[in-house]
């Protein structure tokens, strides 16, 4: 094997090498730590530096620094505004980062424990590393963003795709096509990871032919590192060169591949790296191939298969996220052979009893399951709602008999977003103002929100439209440019939102086009919503945005059939649709709008996040009740329409919007008094932020991660050891 453990060799993380002069030399640190991203104030360094060029980097201080001629940064380096500002935050970098009394060691012990690793599929971080395609990669981003806020160890394993970013274009039949973003990996803030001489590492997956190699690239976010495995290497063959091109391939031999690279590769780079691990956390079950490879290693010490399954099921963390089958992956299991054959047998099993493991009903297997498989090999497994515990055991119940026998077992975290990446910079300066400089490490505390009420409704509804005024422009810019650059139809530089108003009363919907989301719902009675859009006192428009998969055509279907909508003039320019769907546009839309839309086919959307990103920002959500909304919903902070459980009905469920609309929501919006506040509005705003800002976050969810499981599992170990067993799945050597 080419790879052996590198504890004696000496592991090198090479950036790109970027001149920057000695007096403000750690900014080459602070661009590449994402840090930087959730920290106004950082930014803000980066903007004084070159306003111009930052934002023609797109936000991106390694491409930034990169392109800068050097009488820009010595400038810097001898102005006295940007060095007062620079050693403030590079000081508060560093403090924060190697903070010792983080919450972590004042409020949990889990003494000695070794960092918990955490697997997931996608990162949503920043829109200069584009490693996502939706919810469940912001989730991992904020997860880890917090992790570090909190001091929490943890490591983080995933893909590194070149080609992960697809960038959405629309054509003027309302068609959507998408075109490949390369990453380039020299101005994007990572590292290679190398050896001495500034040699790439490469590490071979184990036992698993044709060979496999894979480079690591690493992240710093905060405290967390975050290793990224890329298979586009000379050394693989052509077709293993592209495992890695794409998120969630619709090829299945491909998506095995990746599959495999991110649990055993994962695995086998943490042991070449010498890192040292217990618990795994497996957000969903597309790295759940990390706990077969932690059976085989420790039968390679000499376990007998029933320890080493006892060993990996307490020490996993598994979060199933979703109800939607094609959320699951299944491989036939002729393509599993091709892989596995030499595998399974290191295991102890035969073939049978290794399909068994995937198996997602009683009988004989016909694919092979990996939410099963993470099931039967994690004793902490948890669903992401209250309502999607029960949708999640409805569902394995009568295929796994041990989650029939114990439903206890099956837990929910509810997800939460990470307050300082959503929060707008001003609404984030009128916290500090109204709620006290220190209200984020107190953001769990509900008298901490009651603070709310003190700001004027005035203030904040100036807030608001300023944010509001600040999409729009944003969108309007957008079209202008894509007039301008592309040869596009006037019908669709409108249908972008060139007419939208900021006076009138907007509704927001943005996520991912996946049916089951029914962005075109609002449309079931075109006459209502005529009537609703074009009233003539009060109007209201409604901006969508999202991307649909490329292999998924009914979902592009509903995409254009909401852009001939935007470009039919019989709507009078009050519906737009905005290309190109990502983590800024993102921040805009949940900042900007007046009122957020969600609409799914229940159960479908196990918890759903971007309604708390608008509410925590003063945008209320109307919502069927489904995922994280029958939690959050209390009367007055929102609404709510539609029926939780029941036969699909498009029909009665827009109704019933377009009844709440109607008759409540948009009379409320426009009741103003002679300043034009709209004070009921502002009273549902302040109720909508206080809900999510306390309970909705990710602190409150980190810290249940830890309490429910990592602090079990970690007991767990204890045990053993006190028994004077060491537990053979851990890699227990120091960092
Ligand atoms: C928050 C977010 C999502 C997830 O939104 P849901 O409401 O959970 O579907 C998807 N994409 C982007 C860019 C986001 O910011």
Request: charged fraction near 15%; glycine fraction near 8%.
């Given at each position: 094997m080419r790879s052996t453990n590198l504890r004696d060799q000496t592991i090198s993380f090479q950036k790109e090498f970027i001149h920057v002069p000695e007096r403000i030399f750690h900014l080459v640190d602070l661009a590449y730590n994402l840090w930087w991203s959730w920290h106004p104030e950082a930014r803000m360094v980066f903007k004084l530096l070159d306003r111009p060029a930052w934002k023609a980097s797109g936000h991106n201080p390694i491409k930034m620094l990169r392109s800068l001629p050097e009488e820009s940064l010595n400038r810097a380096a001898t102005s006295k505004l940007f060095l007062r500002h620079y050693d403030a935050v590079i000081s508060a970098f560093y403090s924060d980062i190697e903070d010792e009394n983080c919450w972590f060691s004042q409020n949990v012990s889990m003494d000695g424990c070794s960092p918990v690793i955490y697997f997931s599929a996608e990162y949503g971080l920043h829109h200069s590393l584009p490693l996502y395609a939706g919810?469940?990669?912001?989730?991992a981003g904020d997860y880890i963003k917090e992790c570090s806020d909190l001091g929490m160890p943890l490591v983080a394993i995933g893909f590194m795709y070149p080609k992960g970013y697809m960038r959405q274009v629309i054509d003027d039949d309302g068609w959507q096509h998408t075109v490949d973003e390369v990453l380039d990996r020299r101005a994007a803030p990572i590292m290679?990871?190398?050896?001495?001489?500034?040699?790439?590492?490469?590490?071979?997956?184990?036992?698993?032919?044709?060979?496999?190699?894979?480079?690591?690239?690493?992240?710093?976010v905060g405290r967390i590192p975050l290793y990224l495995l890329d298979t586009d290497i000379s050394l693989n063959e052509p077709s293993m060169r592209t495992i890695s091109a794409r998120l969630y391939s619709g090829d299945k031999n491909q998506r095995l591949l990746q599959e495999i690279v991110l649990g055993i590769g994962g695995m086998q780079v943490l042991h070449v790296l010498g890192i040292s691990h217990s618990i795994i956390h497996l957000n969903e079950g597309h790295a759940a191939f990390a706990l077969l490879e932690r059976i085989r290693r420790s039968r390679e010490k000499g376990s007998p298969y029933s320890r080493a399954l006892e060993d990996v099921m307490n020490t996993t963390v598994f979060t199933t996220h979703t109800p939607v089958p094609a959320g699951h992956d299944i491989f036939p299991l002729e393509l599993m052979d091709t892989y596995f054959s030499s595998y399974y047998p290191l295991l102890g099993l035969s073939r049978n009893e290794f399909y068994q493991l995937g198996a997602d009903s009683d009988s004989i297997p016909s694919g092979f399951n990996m939410t099963a498989l993470a099931l039967r090999l994690s004793t902490y497994h948890n669903a992401v709602s209250k309502k999607h515990k029960e949708t999640a055991y409805e569902m394995w119940k009568d295929r796994i008999p041990?989650?029939?026998?114990?439903?206890?077992?099956?837990?929910?975290?509810?997800?939460?977003?990470?307050?300082?990446?959503?929060?707008?910079?001003?609404?984030l300066?009128?916290?500090?103002?109204?709620?006290?400089?220190?209200?984020l490490s107190r953001q769990d505390s509900r008298i901490i929100w009651e603070l709310i009420e003190d700001i004027p409704d005035a203030l904040l509804w100036k807030n608001h439209m300023l944010l509001k005024l600040k999409l729009i422009n944003r969108i309007c810019k957008r079209s202008r440019i894509a007039w301008f650059e592309r040869d596009i139809s006037p019908a669709l530089v409108l249908a972008e939102g060139s007419l939208l108003d900021p006076m009138i009363m907007t509704i927001g919907f943005s996520r991912r086009f996946a049916t089951y989301k029914r962005a075109d719902l609002i449309f079931s009675d075109k006459e209502r919503l005529l009537r609703l859009l074009c009233h003539p006192t009060r109007p209201i428009q409604i901006i969508f945005a999202g991307k649909a998969h490329p292999d998924d055509d009914p979902g592009k279907e509903i995409l254009q059939r909401i852009i001939l909508a935007a470009k039919d003039p019989v709507f009078q320019g009050r519906i737009a649709f905005v290309e190109n769907y990502d983590e800024q546009l993102s921040q805009y839309l949940v900042h900007g709008v007046d009122l957020w839309l969600n609409n799914p086919v229940p159960p479908m959307e196990a918890c759903g996040t971007s309604g708390m990103k608008a509410a925590l920002n003063g945008v209320p959500q109307v919502s069927i009740p489904d995922g994280w909304w029958l939690e959050g919903y209390n009367t007055k902070n929102g609404w709510v329409f539609g029926k939780e459980r029941d036969e699909r009905d498009d029909m009665r469920d827009a109704s019933a919007l377009y009844d709440l609309l109607e008759e409540e929501i948009v009379p409320l919006y426009y009741a103003t008094d002679e300043q034009g506040i709209p004070h009921g509005w502002?009273?549902?705003?302040?109720?909508?932020?206080?809900a999510v800002g306390c309970s909705f976050t990710m602190k409150r969810m980190v810290t249940e991660y830890v309490n429910k499981f990592y602090v079990k599992a970690h007991e767990y170990q204890v045990q053993e050891k006190e028994k004077g067993i060491s537990s053979p799945v851990s890699d227990t050597f120091p960092v």
């Open positions: 919810g469940l990669g912001f989730l290679q990871v190398c050896l001495q001489q500034g040699k790439p590492l490469i590490v071979q997956v184990p036992m698993i032919n044709p060979p496999l190699y894979i480079a690591v690239w690493k992240v710093m041990q989650i029939k026998q114990d439903p206890g077992s099956f837990e929910y975290v509810t997800n939460g977003i990470h307050t300082k990446t959503w929060i707008d910079p001003k609404m300066r009128l916290f500090n103002e109204y709620l006290g400089q220190n209200w502002v009273t549902v705003m302040k109720e909508a932020m206080k």
